[in-house]
């Protein structure tokens, strides 16, 4: 395979996406001073009766009456609201638009997207039932992946996408489609996994603080906003703004996923972002704000399922390790050194963390349990362990050998490690092993080629790839991860073992006086 070519990764995350300073082409944006309703700066594509320095009252009364009402009713609220649908001009000009409003400093921003829909209430209402019957089947939903698998299904439905999917970003950012509903324009991406790169860190960000964001076209061409200033003399703020222009490296990035247009909508647990629900078009397609609200809504309630379904099946682990740890306290409390204890009970040793081997091992003893590697590896890893200076109260990894490469030769016995230290003098500790559990991971295009630099030899301009044909990975030297409550149920077995120890050596000095 080809070298890689050398980018610098960190310019696809500095570029600027929320001050382009142009919108998209289905709508038109006003800037107005939130005290006087005088327009501040306009899309170019604003109607002319509401060009900069107008009073928009004299202009667009309706309209200027709406702003007032979202002025008063605080529009501190996150995100773009939407206020509801006006009709503007008359005769051959007469257009009914949705208009959103938002807040950026002393400015009001008003968005106009055109509708053919003046009756924009009663598609609302025709939403109703559909939002009730999906937060019960919510309820039932057994499993995450079921919870996504009805999401998918259901955005598509009220938004008529081609494809519909939801995606996870894991620790490193990278992302997995986890369920896909589609009507088979598009190819399935089910069960792909994209680099990190292809949603900048930037954009990330961004996702978080505005749930969501619309491209109808994305053959579109950008629409400036002017004069390019606010008054303050920065550029307009465009993070929540529905109309905002995207990154020509995104635009082109759909053109070369063979779509045209696409929706994606933050699905944020506990502040962070989980995930996306990611939806396309081979064409063109416009989504009226009124459904889009819907995703959203729909969205939120599926997080806080999917975030107690997550912590129902915390505690469900918890309960069950905290038995095992509650027998092996017993255990240790009635031998004399708490090793024999655990010596003794080797199968509650290893349960407590799922483990398929263990050790416990002292400068000068090392004993082992179950499938571990066989003890000179034990005594290496213990000394490279001992070394690492700051002696860590916990220590996990599912990929040993990336940190200590020695663990390559025990991969089938060591690609996981879980060690706690028990002694706060000597380097003591337990160990918990993972055999390897080698995957194929199945990339949407070679992620070593996420990045292309500009043919022309642009020192900036960047490009996605070109392919987004299944390329295969094979992950190996990897255990299955260790879970949360597995890596607390370790560290409250060490509190255990470190308050045995301690309440000794008081039973000890308490004899000797
Ligand atoms: C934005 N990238 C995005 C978005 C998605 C993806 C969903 C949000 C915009 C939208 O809804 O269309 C990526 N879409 C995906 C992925 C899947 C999907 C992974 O459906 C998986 C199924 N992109 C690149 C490279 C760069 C890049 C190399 O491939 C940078 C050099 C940048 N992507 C990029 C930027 C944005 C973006 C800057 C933000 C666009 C914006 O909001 O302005």
């Not at 001050?19 to 170019?44: C, E, K």
């Not at 007032?68 to 638009?97: F, H, I, M, N, P």
């Given at each position: 395979?080809?070298?890689?070519?050398?980018?610098?990764?960190?310019?696809?995350?500095?570029?600027?996406?929320?001050?382009?300073?142009?919108?998209?082409?289905?709508g038109?944006?006003?800037?107005?001073?939130?005290?006087?309703?005088?327009?501040?700066?306009?899309?170019a594509?604003?109607?002319?009766a509401?060009?900069?320095?107008?009073?928009?009252?004299?202009?667009?009364p309706?309209?200027?009456?709406?702003?007032?009402?979202?002025?008063?009713?605080?529009?501190?609220?996150?995100?773009?609201q939407y206020?509801?649908?006006?009709?503007?001009?008359?005769?051959?000009?007469r257009q009914?638009?949705?208009?959103?409003?938002?807040?950026?400093?002393?400015l009001?921003?008003?968005e106009l997207?055109?509708?053919?829909?003046?009756?924009?209430?009663?598609?609302?209402?025709?939403?109703?039932?559909?939002?009730?019957?999906?937060?019960?089947?919510?309820?039932?939903?057994?499993?995450?992946e079921?919870l996504c698998?009805?999401?998918?299904?259901?955005?598509?439905?009220?938004?008529g996408?081609?494809?519909?999917l939801?995606?996870?970003?894991?620790?490193?950012?990278h992302?997995?489609?986890?369920?896909?509903?589609?009507?088979?324009?598009?190819?399935?991406?089910?069960?792909?996994?994209?680099?990190?790169?292809?949603?900048?860190?930037?954009?990330?960000?961004?996702?978080?603080?505005?749930?969501?964001?619309?491209?109808?076209?994305?053959?579109?061409?950008?629409?400036?906003?002017?004069?390019?200033m606010?008054?303050?003399?920065?550029?307009l703020?465009?993070?929540?703004?529905?109309?905002?222009?995207v990154?020509?490296v995104?635009?082109?990035?759909?053109?070369?996923?063979?779509?045209?247009?696409?929706?994606?909508?933050?699905?944020?647990?506990?502040g962070?972002?989980?995930?996306?629900?990611?939806?396309?078009?081979?064409?063109?397609?416009?989504?009226?704000?009124q459904?889009?609200?819907?995703?959203?809504?729909?969205?939120?309630?599926?997080?806080?399922?999917?975030?107690?379904?997550?912590?129902?099946?915390?505690?469900?682990?918890?309960?069950?390790?905290?038995?095992?740890?509650?027998?092996?306290?017993?255990?240790?409390?009635?031998?004399?050194?708490?090793v024999?204890?655990?010596?003794?009970?080797?199968?509650?040793v290893?349960?407590?963390?799922?483990?398929?081997?263990?050790a416990?091992?002292?400068?000068?003893?090392?004993?082992?349990l179950?499938?571990?590697?066989?003890?000179?590896?034990?005594?290496?890893l213990?000394?490279?362990l001992?070394?690492?200076?700051?002696?860590?109260?916990?220590?996990v990894t599912?990929?040993?050998?990336?940190?200590?490469?020695?663990a390559?030769?025990?991969?089938?016995?060591?690609?996981?490690?879980?060690?706690?230290?028990?002694?706060?003098?000597?380097?003591?500790y337990?160990?918990?092993?993972?055999?390897?559990?080698?995957?194929?991971?199945?990339?949407?295009?070679?992620?070593?080629?996420?990045?292309?630099?500009?043919?022309?030899?642009g020192?900036?301009?960047?490009?996605?790839?070109?392919?987004?044909?299944?390329w295969?990975?094979?992950?190996?030297?990897?255990?299955?991860?260790?879970?949360?409550?597995?890596?607390?149920?370790?560290?409250?077995?060490?509190?255990?073992?470190?308050?045995?120890?301690?309440?000794?050596?008081?039973?000890?000095?308490?004899?000797?006086?």
């Amino acid at each position: 395979s080809e070298a890689a070519p050398r980018i610098d990764l960190t310019a696809c995350d500095r570029e600027p996406i929320h001050i382009v300073g142009s919108v998209q082409p289905h709508g038109f944006l006003l800037a107005l001073d939130a005290r006087t309703l005088v327009v501040a700066q306009a899309s170019a594509n604003a109607p002319v009766a509401a060009s900069i320095g107008t009073a928009l009252e004299a202009v667009f009364p309706e309209l200027a009456a709406l702003a007032r009402r979202s002025l008063d009713g605080g529009g501190e609220a996150d995100g773009a609201q939407y206020l509801r649908t006006v009709t503007l001009g008359s005769g051959a000009t007469r257009q009914a638009y949705e208009v959103a409003a938002h807040r950026v400093d002393d400015l009001l921003v008003l968005e106009l997207e055109e509708t053919d829909d003046a009756s924009g209430e009663a598609g609302l209402d025709a939403l109703n039932p559909r939002l009730r019957a999906f937060v019960q089947r919510l309820h039932t939903a057994p499993n995450v992946e079921d919870l996504c698998q009805l999401l998918a299904a259901d955005i598509r439905h009220i938004t008529g996408f081609d494809r519909a999917l939801v995606y996870r970003f894991d620790r490193d950012w990278h992302g997995t489609v986890l369920a896909e509903s589609g009507n088979g324009v598009l190819p399935s991406y089910l069960d792909l996994r994209f680099p990190a790169s292809d949603i900048p860190a930037q954009a990330r960000e961004l996702y978080r603080r505005n749930r969501l964001r619309i491209i109808p076209d994305a053959g579109y061409a950008p629409v400036p906003i002017r004069p390019a200033m606010t008054p303050a003399g920065t550029p307009l703020d465009l993070s929540q703004s529905v109309l905002r222009s995207v990154s020509p490296v995104h635009v082109e990035y759909m053109r070369n996923m063979g779509t045209m247009a696409s929706m994606s909508v933050s699905i944020l647990v506990d502040g962070v972002l989980w995930g996306l629900v990611s939806c396309h078009n081979g064409t063109p397609k416009r989504v009226p704000l009124q459904a889009r609200n819907a995703c959203d809504f729909l969205t939120q309630v599926f997080a806080l399922q999917l975030s107690a379904k997550v912590r129902g099946e915390q505690a469900e682990q918890r309960l069950a390790l905290g038995a095992i740890q509650a027998r092996l306290l017993g255990f240790m409390a009635e031998e004399d050194s708490f090793v024999d204890g655990l010596l003794n009970h080797p199968d509650d040793v290893l349960a407590l963390v799922n483990a398929a081997g263990a050790a416990v091992v002292t400068a000068d003893r090392c004993r082992i349990l179950g499938a571990a590697p066989p003890e000179g590896e034990v005594r290496a890893l213990y000394e490279w362990l001992s070394a690492r200076g700051e002696a860590e109260d916990v220590f996990v990894t599912e990929a040993l050998a990336e940190d200590f490469p020695r663990a390559q030769g025990i991969a089938d016995r060591a690609s996981g490690l879980l060690a706690i230290s028990v002694s706060k003098r000597y380097p003591s500790y337990i160990l918990w092993f993972r055999p390897e559990v080698v995957r194929t991971v199945k990339w949407g295009g070679n992620p070593v080629k996420a990045v292309q630099p500009d043919p022309e030899g642009g020192p900036d301009r960047l490009h996605p790839r070109k392919s987004f044909e299944i390329w295969k990975e094979t992950l190996k030297g990897r255990s299955l991860p260790w879970s949360l409550p597995e890596v607390e149920a370790a560290k409250d077995l060490r509190a255990s073992v470190l308050g045995i120890v301690l309440r000794r050596a008081e039973e000890l000095a308490a004899m000797s006086e």
